[in-house]
């Protein structure tokens, strides 16, 4: 993997041996030697990951730290504060700054290469969900995004094992006053409460007596349910190896015994506050998904979507053999109901009309509004005669039972025309099927309304 780094430090000998060792690695280097100078480079070059020297005359590394995240433009890009400090209060002070990690000098290359690594992986996920945002408030189907203060407003659901007693009752005690955990005691334990996808958070020993951590952790990775949430490992001083190997598999973060409390706690918070925003991100593209292919005023698919699936199931139906049927209705005479009764009432009307559909076809069936009082429903492999059939028991359903139109109990009745055609070989189109139910329709309104009328080719 290649990535684009930014090195920031004011000793130009540091920056020297880093961007080296970087180099030598295939990434892409980027230097400054000054806090201002960090801010600049990284909204200008939009690096994949910054590496921070703490102590700089000026601007020190935290408050570098502290404005990159504030910034819209650079808020994503990981930050690993890199340093000498080596107290567990700097840590947590770096941490508690938006920094993803705080490494201690001398540096273990291997242990900075894949952290290196982990982090760009990590952001791409974020980036690729930012992008799809992006587009999705382009075309108009997002709102504009807020992120802010819910991130952090609900308690974390957190999963922890550790088979030292002393060390999980330290891990338990400290989140607990924040967060709601639960302590796993088996492998198969963990595995099956993570299955039910109801953590933010799980807490892996990588030491575990009687399972390989590892194998624990590659195991939450593959399940589907768990894929998505993140993993904090613990692992023992000096085991690079383990590390390594962690991190690459995809381990978001870790702490290294014994465990630091308030460490512990700004690491938790930094991942359920990812993972929140993650989940925010995927909800809002999903939601925009469905406004986009889906009618505001009734729920039921769109022409838009009902024109590519109907493409589809034809294609389909050319290649099985397997008819498909197209029902196309218009209300009679619904311009009356509008000058009558109001706009509202109209509305009323059809969102009424749409349930109505709806009740009445199959799963596999397609229900749309093609627009204003015009709907339609696709139905694959179906024939002539069940689609008379359903289109029958649709207009019945309407013309018999009268429309409610307000709260006072005013009713209206309703009337449907509905045209009818089925694919006929393999050379029929969605759009000659269209056209054919649509001449069934005319018809129908031609020959007084309230009624159904199938068109042959
Ligand atoms: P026909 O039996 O020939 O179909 O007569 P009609 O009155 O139903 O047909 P026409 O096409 O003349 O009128 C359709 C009306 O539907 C006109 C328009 O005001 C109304 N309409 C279209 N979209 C909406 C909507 O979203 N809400 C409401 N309330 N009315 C709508
Ligand atoms: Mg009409």
Known sequence: MTARVLIVDDVPANLKLLDAKLTAEYFDVFKAASGPEALEAAKEQQPDIILLDVMMPGMDGFEVCRRLKAMPETEHIPVVMVTALDQPKDRVQGLEAGADDFLTKPLNDLALFA?????????????????????GQRIGALGAGTTGDFLMTEPGRILAIDDRPTSLKRITETLASEHNVTVAETQEELLQLANSGNFDLHIVSLTLQEFDGLRLCSQLRSLEATRQTPILAIVEEGDTGRLVRALDMGVNDYLVRPVERNELVAR???????KRYQDYLRDKFQQGLELAITDGLTGLYNRRYME??????????????KPVALLIFDIDYFKAVNDTHGHQAGDEVLKEFADRISANVRGIDLACRLGGEEFVVVMPDTDLTYAMTVAERLRQGVALRPFKLDETGRTLDVTVSIG??????????AAKLLGRADQGLYRAKRDGRNRVVAEAA
């Open 268 to 274: 938790a918070r930094s991942q359920l506050r990812r």
């Open 115 to 135: 952290r290196v690594r982990s982090l760009v992986r990590l952001k791409m996920v974020t980036d690729e969900l930012r992008m799809r945002e992006a587009t």
């Open 308 to 321: 590519g699936h109907l493409a589809t199931l034809v294609d389909d139906a050319a290649n099985t053999g």
């Open 420 to 429: 009818i055609a089925v694919t006929e070989g393999p050379n029929d189109t």
